[in-house]
């Protein structure tokens, strides 16, 4: 099965090699056809600690490399 790819906004960088990126996605609701957006926060593994605050990045799943960490960085979008 393939590793999902995701894009996202980095939302903070104060750990050492953490940074967390949060995800918008936006779909049409069922009974409303309104569309929405929802947004959920992943932490990825930055080796550098060369993302800030603000950049785009895209995030790649990985083996769990800690408890809530198991996403890593794949490119700056």
């Known amino acids: 099965m393939p590793k999902r790819i995701l894009q996202g906004t980095v939302t903070s960088d104060k750990n050492d090699q953490t940074i967390t990126v949060s995800v918008e996605r936006r779909f049409t609701h069922p009974v409303l056809k309104k569309t929405i957006r929802k947004s959920k926060k992943y ?3 930055d080796a550098q600690n ?3 605050v603000g950049d ?3 995030i790649q799943e990985c083996a769990p490399m800690s408890k809530t960490k198991c996403w890593e960085v794949v490119a700056q979008a």
């Open 43 to 45: 932490r990825a593994h």
């Open 50 to 52: 060369q993302y800030k």
């Open 56 to 58: 785009q990045v895209r």
